[in-house]
């Protein structure tokens, strides 16, 4: 799998397969079709997976750190370099929010680049 890491100022991901919007300002749409999968870094021991493979490798490879509420960031990165899938791109948003807010978001987003539409 491709990683791509991204560092914004602003809250807006667009997915580069289907143009719809997976994350704006307001809100975070996670039906887009081809969206694989998605961590957040307030639950990354709880991710949103819409791809079966990508669950039952999740599942075996967090069985290591289960016992822990809280994992670092760098588990799932080495779990995407991990995982095997040319067609599948990470793409790792830090949202970096303006100074006077003072936070910043990490997402991961793992798009199948392949996904065409079965209507039309």
Same mark, same amino acid.
């Given at each position: 799998?491709?990683?791509?890491?991204?560092?914004?100022?602003?809250?807006?991901?667009?997915? %580069?397969?289907?143009?719809?919007?997976?994350?704006?300002?307001?809100?975070?749409?996670?039906?887009? %079709?081809?969206?694989?999968?998605?961590?957040?870094?307030?639950?990354?021991?709880?991710?949103?997976?819409?791809?079966?493979?990508?669950?039952?490798?999740?599942?075996?490879?967090?069985?290591?750190?289960?016992?822990?509420?809280?994992?670092? %960031?760098?588990?799932?990165?080495?779990?995407?370099?991990?995982?095997?899938?040319?067609?599948?791109?990470?793409?790792?948003?830090?949202?970096?929010?303006?100074?006077?807010?003072?936070?910043?978001?990490?997402?991961?987003?793992?798009?199948?680049?392949?996904?065409?539409?079965?209507?039309?």
């Amino acid at each position: 799998m491709q990683i791509i890491k991204v560092s914004l100022d602003h809250y807006n991901f667009f997915c %580069p397969v289907t143009g719809m919007a997976i994350m704006d300002n307001d809100s975070m749409n996670l039906t887009v %079709p081809s969206l694989a999968a998605h961590w957040f870094d307030e639950d990354l021991l709880n991710p949103q997976i819409n791809d079966l493979n990508i669950g039952l490798c999740w599942d075996d490879y967090k069985s290591n750190f289960e016992e822990f509420d809280i994992i670092d %960031p760098s588990l799932i990165i080495t779990f995407l370099e991990q995982y095997q899938s040319k067609n599948y791109v990470a793409f790792i948003l830090e949202e970096n929010a303006s100074s006077a807010q003072g936070w910043n978001h990490l997402n991961f987003f793992v798009i199948d680049m392949n996904y065409t539409s079965s209507e039309g």
